[in-house]
């Protein structure tokens, strides 16, 4: 199974911020990598796939970027409704894997 | 636009049987495209891929849990459901249903909290 590697596991930021969460996977991913965001009691949502495309009706200030083993998401700008955990997803190989997740909080 | 929700009993004896629907509306589980997935989310853990299915008929499950694991289409009722066997406490989680387009997920369904205990 490719190992997915999330850092930080928790990060503190303040609104107007910009958050780097980084993502490394044991294998090459080949961009076949998506990111997620989840709030409490809710599902995911998609933001970006193929590492760096913004899933439709996901603000522009989420970005992805990476090739090979890492990659990351950038929050530009951080607005009071982004305070959520982020996980990435390595899609390249079955079983498909997801990081242990980012807890993006308020400082 | 494709809307997933699933349903079940939300608490199971050890070493039964863990049974699953995901109803699609705004879409066909007949139609290609789209990999009919579960995933589950332990409580206060991350994210695990059970397997998919395509409208086919074709799977693929986690080999961490292949050996207990179905994933079924119903047609008739535009459903795809999970079956997991000989659950045991570490089978506790919510149980995600989600359209992969191929490989990422979206959309989800709101998830159920299933409980294995006696």
């Known amino acids: 199974d490719i190992r997915v590697t999330q850092s930080p596991s928790s990060v503190s930021a303040s609104v107007g911020d910009n958050v780097t969460i980084s993502c490394r996977a044991s294998?090459?991913?080949?961009?076949?990598s998506a990111w997620y965001q989840q709030k409490p009691g809710k599902p995911p949502k998609l933001l970006i796939y193929a590492a760096s495309s913004l899933q439709t009706g996901v603000p522009s200030r989420f970005s992805g970027s990476g090739s090979g083993t890492t990659y990351t998401l950038t929050i530009s700008s951080l607005q009071p409704e982004d305070f959520a955990t982020y996980y990435c997803?390595?899609?390249?190989?079955?079983?498909?894997?997801f990081g242990g997740g980012t807890r993006v909080e308020m400082k | 636009q494709v809307q997933l929700q699933e349903s079940g009993p939300g608490l199971v004896k050890p070493s039964q049987t863990l049974s699953l629907s995901c109803t699609v509306s705004g879409g066909s589980v007949s139609s290609g495209g789209y990999y009919w997935t579960w995933i589950r989310q332990r409580p206060g853990q991350g994210l695990e891929w059970i397997g998919h299915?395509?409208?086919?008929?074709?799977?693929s499950y986690n080999p961490s849990l292949k050996s207990r694991v179905t994933i079924s289409v119903d047609t008739s009722k535009n459903q795809f459901s999970l079956t997991l066997s000989s659950v045991t406490a570490a089978d506790t989680a919510v149980y995600f249903c989600?359209?992969?387009?191929?490989?990422?997920?979206?959309?989800w369904g709101q998830g159920t909290l299933v409980t294995v205990s006696s």
């Open positions: 989600a359209s992969g387009i191929p490989r990422w997920f979206d959309p």
């Open positions: 299915i395509y409208f086919t008929g074709s799977t």
């Open positions: 294998q090459g991913l080949s961009s076949w």
């Open positions: 997803q390595q899609a390249n190989s079955f079983p498909l894997t």
